[in-house]
């Protein structure tokens, strides 16, 4: 079945920097666009960054644009997110997710924390 594992989250000093990896499996990866979203405490879930299919193209949230830069591996199966110059407002969980289908079934990870704090 599909499965989406996030790692690399912690906690970092800001100004700081994390990578965050998301590897997936259950499913033809090199075929879907993915996307990272955070949810902070309190706060609604947000797209932070997508991804094509191919990696040739990328959007950003403008909070985050110029500070974090997603990327994939079609032949590992994972998507990542360098997140630097981080600030105390990018504190949340990170998921990243996946649509498939004509009905536009969504797939989420289980997350990963990330504190930014001195």
């Known amino acids: 079945q599909v499965q989406l594992v996030e790692s690399g989250g912690g906690l970092v000093q800001p100004g700081g920097s994390l990578r965050l990896s998301c590897a997936a499996s259950?499913?033809?990866?090199?075929?879907?666009?993915m996307s990272w979203y955070r949810q902070a405490p309190g706060k609604e879930r947000e797209l932070v960054a997508h991804?094509?299919?191919?990696?040739?193209?990328?959007n950003y949230a403008d909070s985050v644009k110029g500070r974090f830069t997603i990327s994939r591996d079609n032949a590992k199966n994972t998507v990542y997110l360098q997140m630097n110059s981080l600030k105390p407002d990018d504190t949340a969980v990170y998921y990243c997710?996946?649509?498939?289908?004509?009905?536009?079934?969504?797939?989420w990870g289980q997350g990963t924390q990330v504190t930014v704090s001195s």
């Open positions: 997710n996946f649509v498939r289908g004509v009905r536009g079934t969504e797939y």
């Open positions: 991804i094509t299919s191919a990696g040739d193209s990328t």
């Open positions: 259950g499913f033809t990866f090199s075929r879907y666009a």
